[in-house]
């Protein structure tokens, strides 16, 4: 995290809120100025270029001495002309002036792993008789997390030292704007997901550090932590550890609307992670209840008659759907105080189902919002539990969300936006005595309870509150141990609430007693 002003201030609360229990700033050391410290939370000094072992080496040996350094990391790529720019052979020269600070030493961060430039260094090294203590990896590039970890794997395997990943994030690189990143939100938090785990579970690596990027940089806008507003995005909520519920999973794919993945009007083959769209539905970069994008429709003009604004997904049965069977339909929906519903116009969930000839057979549907819906508020609707009637004629089911548009045209008006929605076999109803919103019954539920037995109002206590009775007692106690083990078939976006906080933060001070690095 950089530490330079004017955005000190700032960075130190996003380094507060990221609960990190080590960083590094691209510095020698902390600048005239720092703020104090998070609790906790240890400074990693950096040799970044020529000028650094003149100007530092004297305060790196005082501060080894004293204890507040164990580690200093070295030259900061310079195989590029943009960044540090040494020789291999100036680096070698300098390299004794880091040895003699006492510090555990890591290798300078190689822009390019393969260009040749780290590997004449080590050779090097090995030939003058000089100390490596552990390897410094940059590493960005497509969310594939199996050429991430292999890319890693080989490295140690080569060198045989420990492994730093001193930066590292999905990027970009032909991206000209935030909007031409090819990689979205979800692709880079299903990358850290996949990754995390796997990081943890090698023992050669001792400590990885995520590359904090800013939304608006195009090659990494996708891996940004922090949202504008200071706010963790989705990917850095995860990194904390505050673990969310799955999202877009069941049979609906992209169901986030992140990739724009919009066919309109054409027909798209079922299964896939396209949309049919009638009229006037579109994405926009505004208005999301995750991640950066929401499907905003509106209804349309048809030979100058209006029709309903619709996007579905259509499902064969034998091949994503069964007859004889329930599914569920949820979603968030919204509608901003700039673009409100009016009049009679609504939008609604709805499961159909048709014959071979495209005849609707049945038909399920909620109002998921209305005119008189408060504008500016997320809200999750399900239209849960639909059956399938056993009907051998039943050739589709189509999953679909409308906007109507009833009575005349000029006092209707408003688009309805849909977020994160999830289409599944089963039932979307909370399992009970599930407190973390993970829709199973487990430990973790017992632990949120346990901490808050006895309270009626203390933040996060309605989490344990399972029979409503505004207190969490012993008759909580009871509902959660008869369901324990339980889960639901499908898992639900919650809503970012006090209770999904005070859920996180129980995760993240476990995560703390983990020791020495990131984890």
Do not use: C
């Not at 519920?245 to 724009?260: H, I, K, R």
């Amino acid at each position: 995290m950089p530490l330079a002003q004017p955005d000190q201030a700032e960075n130190l609360l996003k380094l507060d809120a990221l609960d990190v229990p080590w960083f590094y700033s691209w510095g020698g050391e902390p600048l005239s100025g720092f703020g104090p410290l998070p609790p906790e939370t240890a400074f990693v000094p950096m040799s970044w270029g020529r000028n650094a072992p003149a100007n530092f080496q004297s305060i790196w040996t005082a501060n080894q001495q004293s204890g507040l350094y164990d580690t200093l990391l070295g030259f900061n790529e310079p195989d590029l002309a943009s960044q540090s720019n040494m020789t291999v052979e100036e680096a070698l020269d300098l390299w004794p002036s880091l040895e003699a600070t006492g510090l555990r030493l890591g290798s300078p961060a190689a822009a390019n792993n393969s260009n040749g430039w780290l590997s004449d260094f080590m050779t090097g090294v090995a030939d003058r008789g000089l100390r490596v203590d552990f390897i410094a990896v940059h590493r960005y590039g497509s969310p594939d997390p199996q050429a991430f970890l292999n890319q890693i794997d080989t490295i140690h395997n080569h060198y045989g030292l420990p492994i730093w990943i001193t930066e590292f994030a999905v990027r970009d690189g032909a991206a000209a704007t935030p909007a031409d990143n090819r990689y979205t939100d979800q692709q880079a938090y299903n990358f850290m997901a996949d990754v995390l785990p796997e990081l943890e579970s090698r023992s050669y690596i001792e400590r990885y550090a995520w590359f904090p990027s800013d939304r608006d940089n195009p090659f990494v806008t996708s891996s940004a932590l922090f949202e504008e507003d200071g706010s963790l995005t989705k990917v850095g909520r995860l990194y904390v550890g505050q673990e969310e519920p799955t999202y877009n999973s069941g049979l609906l794919q992209n169901a986030g609307f992140e990739s724009s993945p919009l066919v309109a009007p054409a027909y798209d083959a079922p299964g896939t992670d396209q949309w049919t769209t009638i009229n006037d539905a579109d994405t926009r970069a505004t208005h999301a209840h995750t991640g950066r994008q929401s499907l905003a429709l509106a209804p349309g003009l048809d030979s100058g008659q209006s029709q309903p604004g619709i996007a579905r997904q259509e499902f064969a049965v034998g091949e994503g759907v069964e007859i004889d069977e329930t599914y569920s339909l949820g979603a968030w929906v919204y509608h901003p105080s700039s673009d409100p519903l009016t009049g009679t116009r609504e939008g609604s969930l709805r499961i159909q189902w048709f014959n071979e000839s495209g005849a609707l057979l049945g038909d399920q549907r909620i109002t998921a919002i209305d005119a008189n819906t408060p504008t500016d508020e997320w809200r999750y609707v399900t239209l849960d539990s639909v059956l399938i009637p056993n009907n051998p004629n039943i050739a589709e089911v189509r999953a679909s969300l409308w906007v109507n548009n009833v009575g005349p045209t000029s006092v209707n008006s408003g688009a309805a936006y849909f977020d994160d929605v999830i289409f599944v076999q089963g039932s979307l109803v909370p399992v009970l005595g599930d407190a973390t919103g993970d829709r199973i019954v487990d430990l973790l539920d017992f632990d949120i309870l346990a901490q808050n037995f006895g309270a009626a109002t203390v933040f996060g206590a309605a989490l344990s509150d399972f029979n409503g009775d505004n207190a969490v007692d012993l008759l909580d106690f009871d509902i959660l141990a008869q369901n324990f083990g339980a889960s639901s078939p499908a898992t639900v976006p919650e809503p970012a609430s006090a209770a999904l906080v005070s859920a996180g933060l129980v995760l993240r001070l476990r995560r703390r007693t983990r020791q020495p690095h990131h984890t």
